[in-house]
């Protein structure tokens, strides 16, 4: 079944580092979004992009950085991390096509811990 | 922007009664308003949607109601499971915009079985 994938599941760092995170998808969708989801806050949008060469920033961009590498890969990256992007991190794609276009269809997920 | 409220953040229910769960938004330009659901460890799904020509939309045991003129909208689930237990995120989107959805900050819901 077409999918949409994350990597790595669970992260472990310190503060300062560099962290990516990588979403893969074989849904064929060409919009892609990046979400962070905090007890008590619900899903917050970091950055989207509706193709390979558009990027937008989304509700709480600062600290984050995105690649969109090609129209089935989009990455999110942490250029020094601190403790309070711990978080638990969404990929989403959905098709503008599709029934109205408006479904998010989710990754599984990556749980960052910022030492 | 769009704010978009969402209450109780928890609900806590016995098996068989009914769960509502209220969201209310801000801009009246929005017109479709889908409802995602989370179980424990996995990741978001629609489970119901309803657009703004509609009032109300059932699918077996959960419906969705629409009032537009107040900006509200609710998810209700009768005859509640165990499987139901997880967390409801309801969100509004404004088509033929950029069709980016705005959250609630979600309601855990647990059936006591």
């Known amino acids: 079944d077409a999918d949409v994938t994350q990597t790595p599941r669970n992260r472990i760092t310190k503060t300062g580092k560099r962290i990516m995170l990588e979403c893969s998808q074989t849904?064929?969708?060409?919009?892609m979004y990046w979400y962070r989801q905090d007890p008590g806050l619900g899903l917050r949008l970091i950055y989207y992009?509706?193709?390979?060469?558009?990027?937008n920033k989304g509700e709480i961009s600062d600290g984050y950085s995105v690649s969109r590498q090609a129209q089935a890969k989009f990455s999110l990256s942490l250029e020094s991390a601190i403790p309070n992007q711990t978080a638990l991190y969404f990929c989403?794609?959905?098709?503008?096509?599709?029934?109205?276009?408006?479904?998010?269809?989710f990754g599984p997920g990556t749980r960052l811990t910022v030492l | 922007g769009e704010n978009v409220e969402q209450h109780p953040s928890t609900l806590s229910v016995q098996e068989g009664d009914s769960a509502v769960i209220k969201c209310t938004y801000s801009?009246?330009?929005?017109?479709?308003f889908p409802w995602y659901k989370q179980e424990l460890g996995k990741r978001p799904q629609l489970i119901i949607d309803?657009?703004?020509?509609?009032g109300e939309k059932k699918d077996q045991r959960i419906a969705v109601t629409l009032n537009k003129t107040a900006k509200h909208f609710s998810l209700h689930i009768t005859e509640t499971q165990p499987e139901d237990s997880a967390v409801y995120f309801c969100a509004a989107t404004m088509s033929g915009g950029s069709y980016i959805p705005t959250f609630g900050r979600g309601t855990s819901l647990i059936v006591h079985p």
């Open positions: 849904k064929g969708h060409d919009r």
């Open positions: 309803i657009r703004s020509n509609v």
């Open positions: 992009s509706f193709d390979v060469k558009d990027i």
């Open positions: 989403a794609t959905s098709d503008p096509s599709l029934g109205g276009g408006h479904e998010q269809f």
């Open positions: 801009d009246s330009a929005s017109n479709y």
